[in-house]
């Protein structure tokens, strides 16, 4: 059944499938540009991804490729680990993937708290931004040069880029100019007028512009045209063993080495946390609404890692600018996802040339774009509006991954969020209320569904508070569940409330006041248990 509603909508999921191509190829190669990679890893992160993970999975619209989220870590990583060593933390991390959809851990993504998520991305957006910044402008040096990273490991990350415009090149400026006119006129103009402008993205109106400003400036203006050294560097096959030979493997001697576990276990949450919320997003732009099993995805991602990191690939994950590039292009099944990483198979065995034509400051402006969609001025504002909660784990994670790395940050953020929950639930305990009557103060403390060993402090201050002569009516009613720390907190004021000449009155859950008993009567003398309440004081008038 599945294989014939996948054919029956082919009308719809071939053209979907090309417009992800076109978003889908100068991503790959931008995102491997920002990993510091070879342009061919993104490449072949594309094709699986779209390929094999597309078939193994069970989502509708989602499309996978190289991972947005671990360019930096990647980046970072490379500058001290070989190229193929870095292809085994792949693949053992694709492994551990596949453990965790096994044990179903494909909820883990919902235990994030979504104020450290979207400060994660908005840190790595800023990575992002500040990074391409020299390199959309024409920084003359190596693409992993030591100075600019060393003045970044130095704190220099904000200064560095100003400091790098010295070296700019005048034909990399004008593409650039060129480039992010186009970006901006589709994002805020073209694209919301016209239907034929979502349907080709911007992305790839920027590398076919710039393939043409390249062409036309080695014909025409000599002197603003770009070497080499800035363009895209896609091995050229000279037959199909020459193709199959441009693979790099991993370096399984390294087997041994603390740091690819490290770094396997980092690729393996961050893409796995990049993967479920991509799930989650894309599933609601569904237009049928469907649910995409996620621990069928986790096994799907993984495997997929496996692979690509075996023949040179970058990490994958579900990606979101892929994945609803999909659905508004009218995708109805997984089919578009498989035929746009064939598609992009087909253009990298048979017209490299074409591709080796488009410039990287090109190729920077668009990951200028995605940094900035990442990272948003409106992101800030909307996470101030929403309180001290949400804000402060928000901006902990940004700076926590700016100024250190990625994993630092989210966990910052996420203990932080957990912190915020902390005092939240310390607060929401009970709730006081105090009246008075003629020669009498009474007081009620009402306690909430759920009262744990966390509320403790917060109702043993409450309690301590308490003024002498006071008639204190303690409402247990609504409550769920009680700890037993509490319980006996509660016991032990009472068996002190009468040297203070406080009057306790109980109210427990109803239903459930036969259980209560039996444990508070074994600490008391004396219990008063009201259900209904007798002798109450005076009411105020």
């Not at 100019?177 to 790839?204: C, D, N, T």
Request: charged content about 15%; proline content about 5%.
């Amino acid at each position: 059944m599945e294989r014939k509603t996948i054919f029956s909508t082919l009308n719809r999921d071939v053209p979907a499938s090309i417009v992800v191509l076109f978003v889908a190829l100068p991503l790959c190669l931008g995102i491997a540009l920002a990993s510091g990679a070879p342009l061919f890893s993104g490449l072949i992160a594309g094709i699986i991804g779209g390929t094999l993970v597309g078939a193994i999975s069970k989502s509708s619209h989602g499309v996978s490729g190289p991972a947005a989220g671990l360019a930096v870590i990647i980046l970072t990583t490379l500058l001290t680990m070989p190229f193929e060593t870095f292809l085994l933390a792949v693949v053992i991390g694709g492994v551990f993937q596949i453990i965790l959809g096994l044990l179903r851990a494909g909820i883990i993504g919902y235990y994030f708290p979504l104020s450290a998520v979207n400060g994660m991305l908005a840190g790595i957006g800023i990575i992002i931004f500040i990074k391409q910044l020299p390199f959309a402008f024409g920084y003359d040096g190596e693409w992993k040069g030591p100075d600019f990273y060393d003045q970044i490991s130095e704190g220099g990350m904000f200064t560095a880029p100003l400091q790098f415009l010295e070296h700019i090149t005048a034909g990399a400026i004008i593409i650039a100019i060129i480039s992010m006119g186009i970006l901006l006129s589709w994002e805020l103009y073209l694209a919301k007028k016209h239907k034929v402008f979502r349907l080709v993205q911007g992305p790839i109106v920027v590398v076919a512009v710039g393939i043409i400003c390249q062409l036309i400036t080695k014909r025409f203006f000599p002197q603003y045209n770009l070497s080499h050294e800035y363009l895209v560097h896609v091995p050229v096959a000279s037959g199909v063993s020459s193709f199959f030979g441009q693979f790099t493997f991993p370096d399984f001697s390294q087997i041994g080495n603390k740091e690819v576990y490290v770094l396997a276990v980092t690729i393996t949450l961050v893409a796995s946390l990049e993967t479920l919320l991509c799930v989650e997003a894309t599933d609601k732009l569904d237009p049928h609404k469907r649910v995409t099993p996620t621990n069928r995805e986790l096994f799907a991602q993984g495997t997929g890692n496996i692979v690509s990191g075996m023949i040179g690939g970058l990490a994958i994950t579900q990606v979101i600018v892929r994945s609803s590039a999909n659905v508004q292009a009218g995708a109805q099944s997984k089919m578009s996802a498989i035929l746009h990483g064939a598609l992009l198979l087909i253009c990298v065995a048979f017209i490299p040339g074409i591709l080796n034509l488009i410039p990287l400051p090109a190729l920077a402006c668009i990951l200028l774009m995605v940094g900035y969609k990442l990272a948003k001025p409106s992101q800030f504002a909307n996470q101030y509006r929403l309180g001290w909660e949400q804000f402060v784990p928000f901006i902990i994670t940004v700076l926590g991954i700016v100024f250190e790395d990625l994993l630092i940050g989210l966990a910052l953020g996420c203990c932080v969020g957990s912190a915020t929950i902390l005092i939240r639930n310390f607060k929401n305990s009970h709730f006081l209320h105090m009246e008075t009557s003629v020669g009498d103060k009474q007081m009620k403390i009402s306690l909430s569904e759920d009262v744990t060993f966390l509320n403790k402090g917060a109702i043993i201050k409450e309690l301590a508070e308490i003024p002498d002569d006071t008639y204190l009516t303690l409402d247990m009613s609504k409550c769920y569940s009680i700890d037993y720390d509490v319980r006996e907190a509660i016991g032990d004021f009472i068996i002190s409330a009468d040297d203070r000449n406080i009057n306790v009155k109980l109210i427990q859950p109803i239903g459930q006041s036969t259980g209560k008993e039996e444990i508070f009567s074994k600490r008391l003398d004396k219990w008063v248990y009201a259900l209904p309440v007798q002798n109450e004081p005076p009411k105020t008038s």
